[in-house]
């Protein structure tokens, strides 16, 4: 008795297509259809994709405000960094850059149009010559647009914003070096190339704090303030202690709003520190938690553990309940305040662990939330606290999250 | 919440200056320099300076004894004034390749307090002009 | 791709239960897993090292455990389950003489080490038994206090992948 219509070479094309579907059912689950689809005697043809339309996808420039890329330093297998861009209003995956071994984070250039990423790469993957770049990739296209060769010393350690910045002029790109001597390598993003080298001695990362300054920060707690000229010439100041540094240390994981970095230590205390090309002043000391809130064990933890909207002044944190030692666990709660009276506004509970938090720049701004051990990006509703859409399926251990 | 204070920052400052862990100097060396310098000093030629050839040549001079505790390891150590002077003083009578004269000035707390609120910020400078100052001395 | 999900969920969950009941992959990942975290104090920041009593820990002896007394604030793969020791680097690989250096209490004999977290470097991460844990760790202001840098990067040798991280007495605190 004959049931199956198709012929039996088809059938057995049906067949060994379906156990394979077993292993990758997305996919197969189309070639099946196709497949049906072809063969089948009552549907038109197809109109063919070969000879026809653009074989690229391209994405328009400047961003929307509501896109993510998710950093991703691959853990398991370091010499495959990458980034992974999400369209947040849809959760749609828009595209990839690979960027090599340790990778940090990429930065956006202030026209939108060209990302740059500074990346490390071997000559025989985890061996052999060791070659640090800078890679231009368009912003449209996510196309390699070229490179500047710096020195083959960026710092390999858990990816913090402060490892790569641009000046607020964009003209100069900062990378923290660490081999163990510590210094900061200047780039020319006009000229696009390797200017210099600025010893940071004890003194770690880069901030900005003007169109051609930034600091970093000493392991004493002062600030090393560092100007550059038009050549990218460095002029250095240090100041006295300023930051916290013994017991209840600030953590390399500030955010800024305007001429005001502010630092989160690991009990908890928020410490602004202002600073311009030439001081920096600490600002009025908070807490996150109230005393009450504190005994019961939360504190602040995390990778990206804090985030701004500079335009509402509102200060995101992820907190978590933990003692002495637990200062990089991910936290299931965000804690938001208003930074100009340091009230807490709202808790958000979230769906998942985080670690990173990010808020998109604009009027109605989306938090986004990701764990390094999970590939699920979740995004909420920064308001509100509202759950929007969570994306699987994004990066192996996502790190630090850039918006736009 | 901000029931703390700039004040409350200036207090921590100061526990953690004196956060002098009671060790011996040669538990210190291992806690706060060794991780770089290794355990006998060496360091790793053009990225780490070897403490055993050029420390008590440093010790000798008031220049070079100024760079030395203001090297950002040193002035910038969890130790107290007293301790990183006694673990400077152990460095140099064990750590140092040269023999070690039975006079030698040892570094005091006080010289210690003195220059460590200065970290240098042109390491390799500072450490170029006085290789050169020993150099022409010799 | 369902099999791939389920591939890495249950990895991560074996490791997270063959490693540690504190953390899983990721360098800063402390996801509690049901278990108690257990508060290993005082040597937490290196402040203090009198301790008022070691904690009940049937694995703190096991250099495959996240638990083992030494790994008080390791951050990476244990080289114990990578084909070195807790001493050792795995064959082929190399040890970056550079470091970070910490204590940790021994609840065997009661006494405090100096431990240096030496990484082992020249190869692709290891990838078995990663733990993270912090006592005593600092930020990356303080280098020397910090298991957040990548410690291969003092190698000469094979700067800089890295492959898996040791814990090596140096000493004991006295």
């Not at chain 1, 060769?149 to 964009?170: E, F, H, Q």
């Not at chain 2, 030698?104 to 006085?130: C, G, I, K, W």
Request: aromatic share 6%; net charge positive.
């Amino acid at each position: 008795m004959r049931i199956n219509p198709l012929p039996p070479s088809q059938v057995n094309m049906h067949h060994a297509l379906r156990a394979r579907c077993r292993m990758l059912p997305m996919l197969c689950a189309a070639v099946v259809t196709l497949a049906t689809a072809l063969c089948g005697p009552a549907h038109a043809v197809l109109p063919a994709d070969v000879g026809h339309g653009p074989t690229m996808a391209t994405l328009p420039v400047p961003a929307s405000k509501h896109w993510v890329w998710v950093n991703d330093f691959v853990f398991p297998h370091m010499a495959d960094g990458m980034a992974h861009l999400i369209d947040g209003d849809t959760g749609r995956y828009l595209g990839t850059l690979s960027t090599g071994y340790s990778f940090a984070h990429i930065l956006l250039s202030r026209d939108g149009k060209i990302i740059y990423s500074p990346e490390t790469y071997f000559s025989r993957g985890t061996r052999g010559k060791r070659t640090d770049v800078v890679t231009l990739y368009d912003a449209g296209t996510l196309a390699v647009r070229g490179e500047i060769v710096v020195p083959p010393k960026r710092a390999s350690n858990m990816p913090v914003i402060g490892d790569a910045v641009l000046t607020d002029d964009g003209r100069f790109l900062l990378i923290y070096n660490f081999t163990p001597a510590q210094s900061i390598t200047v780039v020319d993003t006009k000229a696009r190339k390797f200017v210099r080298e600025i010893e940071t001695p004890g003194c770690a990362l880069a901030f900005p704090t003007g169109p051609r300054s930034f600091f970093s920060v000493c392991g004493d707690g002062s600030v090393l303030l560092v100007n550059l000229d038009d050549r990218g010439g460095a002029h250095k100041k240090r100041t006295q202690p300023l930051l916290p540094m013994g017991s209840d240390p600030v953590t390399e994981k500030p955010v800024r709003v305007g001429d005001t970095w502010y630092f989160v230590t690991f009990d908890g205390r928020i410490v602004p520190l202002e600073a311009g090309p030439d001081k920096a002043t600490l600002g009025p000391v908070w807490w996150l938690a109230s005393p009450a809130e504190r005994r019961a064990g939360w504190r602040p933890g995390g990778l990206q553990q804090l985030a701004v909207d500079a335009a509402r002044s509102r200060l995101y944190a992820i907190m978590h309940r933990g003692g002495l030692a637990t200062h990089k666990d991910p936290g299931k709660d965000v804690w938001v305040y208003d930074l100009s009276s340091g009230r807490r506004i709202r808790q958000i509970a979230l769906k998942n662990l985080a670690s990173s938090i990010q808020l998109s720049t604009d009027s109605r701004p989306l938090l986004y939330s990701i764990f390094l051990d999970s590939s699920e990006l979740d995004i909420y509703d920064a308001a509100s606290g509202k759950l929007l859409r969570s994306v699987a399926q994004v990066g192996t251990t996502p790190t630090l999250l850039v918006t736009p | 919440m901000r029931a703390a204070t700039a004040i409350a920052i200036i207090g921590l400052l100061t526990t953690a200056a004196n956060a002098a862990l009671a060790y011996s100097p040669r538990v210190d060396y291992q806690l706060n320099c060794m991780g770089c310098h290794l355990a006998d000093g060496s360091g790793q030629a053009g990225r780490i300076p070897s403490i055993r050839r050029t420390l008590l040549l440093f010790s000798g001079s008031p220049q070079g004894r100024n760079y030395v505790i203001r090297v950002p390891g040193v002035a910038q150590s969890p130790l107290s004034d007293a301790a990183t002077a006694a673990l400077l003083n152990w460095m140099v009578r064990n750590l140092s390749d040269a023999a070690v004269a039975p006079n030698f000035a040892d570094y005091t707390t006080a010289e210690v307090a003195a220059s460590r609120p200065h970290p240098l910020a042109h390491v390799s400078r500072a450490r170029a002009r006085l290789l050169r100052a020993a150099a022409a001395r010799r | 791709m369902k099999w791939l999900d389920a591939l890495t969920e249950n990895s991560a969950r074996a490791l997270a239960r063959r490693t540690t009941r504190r953390s899983v992959l990721g360098g800063l990942g402390s996801m509690l897993l049901g278990a108690a975290s257990v508060p290993l104090l005082p040597v937490a920041r290196g402040a203090d090292l009198k301790r008022a009593g070691a904690p009940p820990n049937a694995q703190a002896d096991d250099p495959s455990s996240c638990d083992y007394w030494r790994h008080c604030a390791i951050d990476g793969y244990l080289c114990s389950c990578c084909g070195g020791s807790q001493s050792m680097c795995p064959p082929g690989t190399d040890m970056s003489p550079v470091t970070w250096i910490g204590t940790c209490h021994n609840p065997g004999d009661g006494k405090d080490y100096v431990i240096s977290y030496n990484d082992c470097c020249g190869k692709s991460s290891c990838g078995r038994c990663f733990c993270n844990r912090n006592e005593g760790d600092s930020t990356l202001f303080q280098p020397g206090r910090s298991n957040d840098y990548n410690w291969c990067s003092g190698n000469a040798k094979a700067n800089i992948p890295y492959h898996c991280s040791t814990a090596r007495i140096v000493g004991a605190v006295g």
